[in-house]
């Protein structure tokens, strides 16, 4: 059972140190007016499903480094070296799948600390070494909920996380603001007598 603990103990700690390294590396980007670390708006469906796709297919990327550069591995400062480069790809994507997870939860209507959690699972999966069947079951499980999250529909109408995707949006000092108003009657009255005096002059 300790090497079974020891075993789970070790991909949870590098899956939170991948995590909050890839807090920071959002929280420079968002510094450095990236939008693309912006937890806020939304996902409709079919940009969740490209975005998925792109995501998982950077995943697997990541995957087949990692086993190419340990065939090549023969002493330990390699091995910790491939362990740390892997490492910071993983932080790099974090980021990224936080943002489209929030986003598409934020488009059904609820909160995005759901996607960031999920994000972070996916982490420890991508980090967790199981055998088979067991690391075909947690992929076919990541592909599952990302079904589910394809799937459920967004909401037609904004929400207090911003516009509907492609949705047409009313500038904020659009044309109406500046139509004139008619002149209320007090006004009509000082007008009429800056008129008389210039008549007078």
């Excluded at 459920?152 to 904020?172: A, C, D, I, R, T």
């Amino acid at each position: 059972y300790k090497g079974d603990f020891m075993d789970l103990l070790y991909p949870v700690l590098r899956t939170v140190l991948i995590c909050l390294v890839g807090f920071g590396i959002a929280y420079q980007g968002r510094h450095r007016g990236y939008t693309i670390f912006n937890l806020y708006g939304r996902f409709n469906r079919l940009q969740f499903f490209i975005l998925f796709m792109g995501l998982m297919g950077l995943f697997y990327a990541v995957d087949v480094i990692e086993a190419r550069l340990f065939d090549y591995i023969v002493t330990l400062p390699a091995y910790w070296a491939t362990r740390i480069l892997i490492g910071l790809l993983q932080a790099l994507l974090f980021p990224l799948g936080c943002v489209l997870f929030a986003r598409r939860i934020h488009d059904i209507g609820f909160n995005g600390w759901a996607g960031i959690l999920w994000a972070s699972i996916i982490i420890f999966i991508n980090t967790y070494i199981a055998v088979s069947p067991l690391n075909y079951l947690l992929d076919l499980f990541v592909w599952i909920i990302g079904f589910l999250f394809w799937v459920l529909p967004g909401q037609p109408e904004p929400n207090k996380y911003g516009y509907p995707p492609f949705m047409h949006q009313e500038p904020l000092h659009s044309q109406e603001h500046f139509e004139p108003q008619p002149p209320t009657p007090a006004e009509q009255e000082v007008r009429k007598k800056v008129r008389k005096r210039r008549k007078k002059r």
